[in-house]
């Protein structure tokens, strides 16, 4: 089992970014494949990107290609969320989530989350 803790969420104007960083503690996070959703009020939570446990492979949703970049540090425990371009669609509960199979864009796939870190897009 792996600890998640999820930073750098708030308030921004569209057009503008943001940086996610979600830290791991717990058995040996270079051995996770990671990924980040995200959940706005009354939809499910949504894919939005993962990464391999080496950062070799990367995997986005069709939302978030060329705008946003997933990429981690395992000698920091860190996996990031560079987020660029926002859109006020991109409001959201943002989630990091420690899974086995690296791009697998199914919530159910990953067993350890976060407490998730707020988004707000303005317009």
Known sequence: ??????????LVQA?????????????AFSSYAMGWFRQAP?????????????????????????R???????AKNTVYLQMNSLKPED???YYCAAGVVAG??????????GQGTQVTVSS
């Open 1 to 10: 089992q792996v600890q998640l803790v999820e930073s750098g969420g708030g």
């Open 15 to 27: 057009g503008g970014s943001l940086r996610l960083s979600c830290a791991a503690s717990g058995r």
């Open 42 to 66: 009354g939809k499910e939570r949504e894919f939005v990107a993962a990464i391999n446990w080496s950062g070799s492979s990367t995997f986005y949703a069709n939302a978030a290609k060329g």
């Open 68 to 74: 946003f970049t997933i990429s981690r540090d395992n």
């Open 91 to 93: 409001t959201a509960v």
């Open 104 to 113: 697998t864009r199914g919530p159910h796939a990953y067993d350890d989350w």
